[in-house]
């Protein structure tokens, strides 16, 4: 099993950009789906989070209003779209996997994830 996310990279604050992750191996149609970021010298701390069906979605405080979680059963992918980008959101994402399916409750809690991809860093200016 692989989780592979991209779309990081340097822009400038209020910039929008979308970050992916694509997985592959198995396929997680049944299991709800996170992004978590680890900014410098800090913890690893919850974004955002999207259920199996896509009809659930939970975010941070410090992101709600300017991100949209999404997700592609189809295609095994995750989405994550950024607006208004801010230099406090400078961290490397991680997408990950919910350990069980068809959980939701805990889904904003890092432990309870058992997939992870391997990050892409984002790094925005002011």
């Known amino acids: 099993v692989q989780l592979q996310a991209f779309g990081g990279g340097l822009v400038q604050a209020g910039d929008s950009l979308s970050l992916s992750c694509a997985a592959s191996?198995?396929?997680?149609?049944?299991?709800?789906m996170g992004w978590f970021r680890q900014a410098p010298g800090k913890e690893r701390e919850f974004v955002a989070t999207?259920?199996?069906?896509?009809?659930?979605?939970d975010y941070a405080d410090s992101v709600k209003g300017r991100f949209t979680i999404s997700r592609g059963n189809a295609n095994n992918t995750l989405s994550l779209l950024m607006n208004n980008v801010k230099p406090a959101d400078t961290a490397v994402y991680y997408c990950a996997v919910r350990n069980r399916p068809y959980v939701w409750s805990g889904s904003s809690t890092a432990s309870f994830f058992h997939y992870w991809g391997q990050g892409t860093k984002l790094t925005v200016s002011s």
């Open positions: 191996g198995r396929t997680f149609g049944n299991y709800a």
């Open positions: 999207i259920s199996w069906r896509g009809d659930r979605k």
